[in-house]
T-cell receptor
């Protein structure tokens, strides 16, 4: 079982809605990640937080807004999304250094209608 | 050139077969390498790390050739439960902000009775 917990598992939202995806880990990892995965494609990095600071933003549109309230929590705030944003959103955590394993949560399936 | 390239697949093999996956990576400075397994509609899960000396875990053997920037995974005596997509993964280095995973497109394996 994964030690990275994501909620909700499924989310359907309209294009004018504001919603949030949540992620939690209690492994003491210092790096947390958001990945986006479309059907039949590999995961693509969106954001990396290292020591609660945003260290990488892979040119993600501003309708996706990450937040790291503390070292165990990572949120992804969603606003004014488009249907093409429908995907599996994966949170992951790791020690943030080369050679250390990164663990994924089960993901949040997002459908934008 | 893509950062991580894999055999396109899919591989359809009978139970008991030996199957080999190959992968190449473009960044010679990469330090860490992994094989992840992803089942349909599930999150990626670490199968094994890959070391230059080669490593084995039961029926699975992984090999790294740094000179050729080549990674392999061998599955012996394949089982029905091995059916999944196998992702070749390289840990990227963002100039000090390390730990991001870069995924190959994945190779789908179907093991048939």
């Amino acid at each position: 079982d994964t030690e990275v917990t994501q909620t909700p598992k499924h989310l359907v939202m309209g294009m004018t809605n504001k919603k949030s995806l949540k992620c939690e880990q209690h492994m003491g990892h210092r790096a947390m990640y958001w990945y986006k995965q479309k059907a039949k494609k590999p995961p693509e990095l969106m954001f990396v937080y290292s020591y609660e600071k945003l260290s990488i933003n892979e040119s993600v549109p501003s309708r996706f807004s990450p937040e790291c309230p503390n070292s165990s929590l990572l949120n992804l705030h969603l606003h004014a999304l488009q249907p093409e944003d429908s995907a599996l959103y994966l949170c992951a955590s790791g020690q943030g250094s080369s050679g250390n394993t990164i663990y994924f949560g089960e993901g949040s399936w997002l459908t934008v209608v | 050139r893509k950062e991580v390239e894999q055999d396109p697949g899919p591989f359809n093999v009978p139970e008991g077969a030996t199957v080999a996956f190959n992968c190449t990576y473009s960044n010679s400075a990469s330090q860490s390498f992994f094989w992840y397994r992803q089942d349909c509609r599930k999150e990626p899960k670490l199968l094994m790390s890959v070391y230059s000396s080669g490593n084995e875990d039961g029926r699975f053997t992984a090999q790294l050739n740094r000179a050729s920037q080549y990674i392999s995974l061998l599955i012996r005596d394949s089982k029905l439960s091995d059916s999944a997509t196998y992702l070749c993964v390289v840990m990227g280095d963002y100039g000090g902000s390390q730990g991001n995973l870069i995924f190959g497109k994945g190779t789908k394996l179907s093991v048939k009775p």
